[in-house]
T-cell receptor
Framework: ELKVEQNPLFLSMQEGKNYTIYCNYS?????LYWYRQDPGKSLESLFV?????AVKQEGRLMASLDTKARLSTLHITAAVHDLSATYFC?????????FGAGTILRVKS | NAGVTQTPKFRVLKTGQSMTLLCAQD?????MYWYRQDPGMGLRLIHY???????AKGEVPDGYNVSRLKKQNFLLGLESAAPSQTSVYFC??????????????FGEGSRLTVL
């Protein structure tokens, strides 16, 4: 059974700083997904990582996947207040998507 | 193009009452899912469907039933609501299975409170 763990669960950052959110998964996952959720809102897809070594970037966010280490990272560069949200990673296995608990990110000015 | 639409958006029930949440998608997607979201626990899969007329159990199926009589609709039923079912429920759909890189599109959520 696939299990997905994120850390940290809560992250308070200063504007302009860099940080990384880590996502570990327990067994082989076909695909790795990252989502963003604003308070009271739905989930917005950020990245889909399809294979080992995959790297995708959008603005100040960059996601990578290491299937051998069963690890995905979401790197935040020069954080801005608009990035404050909850970020979820999720592992795709067969017909199911298994989510981590989420990382609450707060960017302080 | 509405995408994934959930009704109702909010509902308050008394313990023991029943209700149905409706999810409708207009993207001709084969796969549909019901998740519940609770603080600190991420999203947990309740039931899912891989096509019209099919349903399957997810991680937390107890106390819920589902039906997919039409391709575009996926219904989630609570026969006898309990306070432990107080949660935010999200419906999602995808064109292909997630193991093949299928991307999930989520509805806006339905907030259910059971007193």
């Amino acid at each position: 059974e696939l299990k997905v763990e994120q850390n940290p669960l809560f992250l308070s950052m200063q504007e302009g700083k860099n940080y990384t959110i880590y996502c570990n998964y327990s067994t082989t996952s076909d695909r790795l997904y990252w989502y963003r959720q604003d308070p009271g809102k739905s989930l917005e897809s950020l990245f889909v990582l399809l294979s080992n070594g995959a790297v995708k970037q959008e603005g100040r966010l960059m996601a990578s996947l290491d299937t051998k280490a069963r690890l995905s990272t979401l790197h935040i560069t020069a954080a801005v207040h608009d990035l404050s949200a909850t970020y979820f990673c999720a592992g795709g296995y067969g017909n199911k998507l298994v989510f981590g608990a989420g990382t609450i990110l707060r960017v302080k000015s | 193009n509405a995408g994934v639409t959930q009704t109702p958006k909010f509902r308050v029930l008394k313990t023991g009452q029943s209700m149905t949440l409706l999810c409708a998608q207009d993207m001709n997607h084969e796969y549909m899912y019901w998740y519940r979201q609770d603080p600190g626990m991420g999203l947990r899969l309740i039931h899912y469907s891989v096509g019209e007329g099919t349903t399957a159990k997810g991680e937390v199926p107890d106390g819920y039933n589902v039906s997919r009589l039409k391709k575009q609709n996926f219904l989630l039923g609570l026969e006898s609501a309990a306070p432990s079912q107080t949660s935010v429920y999200f419906c999602a759909s995808s064109y292909s299975r997630v193991g093949a890189g299928g991307e999930l599109f989520f509805g806006e959520g339905s907030r259910l409170t059971v007193l």
